[in-house]
């Protein structure tokens, strides 16, 4: 029997699209932290699996902050150069589901690259969901804001947009997952 509470520690990704199918799903990753703000995973790579069954690999050690409250979670991924670059997905806040870590994907998304440089992505992706799955004029206008905040967040290096907080969690990951050493007798 497996007693070692490290392995309760593994949480499972969707994301999925307005109108409520799976729109992606990642591997488990290891939860590091939680507060009643975030849920952060670590993982050194991870499967994802896309809709329409295509299959891939992310090729970077990540932290992936979930946030409970906020309409947005960040992909910090560490550079083989020791940058780290952060995606940014606008979403709605994730919610627990029985161990599953879910959230609606809203298209547009925001990059910061290890240079600081910013860009902002998928904008015609959104535009033709919004009309494809009829948002609202509330949801957008929600979209935008969030969006808008995101940018205000980077521009202010705010949290979670500060390298040390994600290499920490990182360091957390990693510290957490040391081979056990077996007691000899």
Request: with cysteine.
């Amino acid at each position: 029997m497996i007693t070692d509470k490290r392995f309760k520690n593994w949480r499972q990704v969707q994301a999925y699209k307005h109108d409520g199918h799976l729109h992606r799903e990642w591997s488990p990753a290891f939860l590091v932290d939680e507060t009643d703000e975030y849920w952060a995973l670590a993982s050194r790579m991870s499967a994802v699996v896309e809709s329409d069954g295509r299959r891939w690999m992310t090729k970077e050690p990540a932290i992936f902050l979930l946030f409970k409250k906020k309409w947005m979670n960040v992909i910090a991924m560490f550079k083989e150069n020791g940058g780290i670059c952060y995606y940014v997905n606008v979403a709605t806040p994730t919610i627990d589901d029985r161990g599953y870590l879910k959230y609606i994907d809203y298209d547009l998304d925001v990059k910061l690259y290890p240079d600081l440089v910013e860009k902002t992505l998928d904008e015609r992706e959104f535009a033709h969901n919004a009309e494809f799955y009829g948002y609202s004029k509330e949801l957008v206008a929600k979209i935008k804001e969030s969006k808008d905040n995101i940018l205000k967040m980077i521009d202010n290096r705010d949290f979670p947009f500060v390298d040390e907080e994600m290499q920490k969690r990182y360091q957390m990951f990693l510290d957490a997952n040391q081979p056990i050493e077996k007691n000899e007798h």
